[in-house]
């Protein structure tokens, strides 16, 4: 089970884009160069947090991608779920159905012991990345080093 | 994101092989045929079961599959990582290394930001799941359907 190259892109590139002014657009090209990562594909992520909010895609001269909301609001859980889709990792089949006693009627996504334990564990990640914001990290990296903002901020200009 | 489907199938398969009688094997064919299951392909998560020690395969007449230890020891972690394998779903690729200020000799998987929130989130994943064992579901299924140990036993005999 492994989670889409495209996660660990799209969270640096929201850190990157909060220590930018409000307001500036960078381009899909500036935010790939930072890290050498290919443009075409870091752009389909970026689109991908546009459509959940997350970025705000402008076109034009001065066009790119900033911010849509304030990166306290802006949960790891959000950017994940933007890249990933909202479905569990763990998809029940429903294999009661046609093991002893099974019933067609019956949801067993719902009600199968096994899929609720489960989506139990499931839901303790979905809380955890729930309970980290982009500011989170940002302020962890800031601590961390000081240069990190003035520094991402000369690349991305 | 998706989780194998032996995941679904190999958490039930220990569920029904902690209903069979101590020291019973039951052929793969048999332990797919409950459910429906194609038998090579459940034989693959059944062998990776065993070689993690959560199940015992023997061969001859009276040969198959049964548990490898107590129920109670069995986590759910344990099935899961059976058949996924122990990497984590976020893959940290150090994307930093390439960023600014970004250092060959420093290992980003152990000290960038994001990487540890998300493992952080991975690990309140792998704990509720080591919560869980096989024994604590087999329970819940039983209270909630008494005949479902004696029914599978049948189909299983």
Known sequence: MKMSEGVEWALHTCVNLSWTDP????????????????????????????????????????????????????????????IEGPEDAF??????????????????????????????AELAWRTALAEQTIADVRRTVEQRDPTAPEATRERLR
Request: glycine residues 10%; charged residues 25%; hydrophobic residues 40%.
């Open 23 to 82: 307001g500036d657009a960078v381009p899909a090209a500036r935010l790939a160069e930072v890290f050498s990562l290919p443009t075409a594909y870091l752009s389909k992520h970026l689109q991908a947090l546009a459509r959940a909010g997350i970025l705000i895609s402008t076109t034009g001269p001065r066009g790119g991608f900033r911010l849509g909301r304030d990166p306290a609001s802006i949960t790891l859980l959000d950017v994940v779920t933007a």
């Open 91 to 120: 998809r029940c089949r429903q294999i009661l159905k046609d093991g002893p006693g099974g019933r067609p009627d019956v949801d067993y996504r719902r009600t199968c012991t096994i899929s609720q334990a489960m989506r139990k």
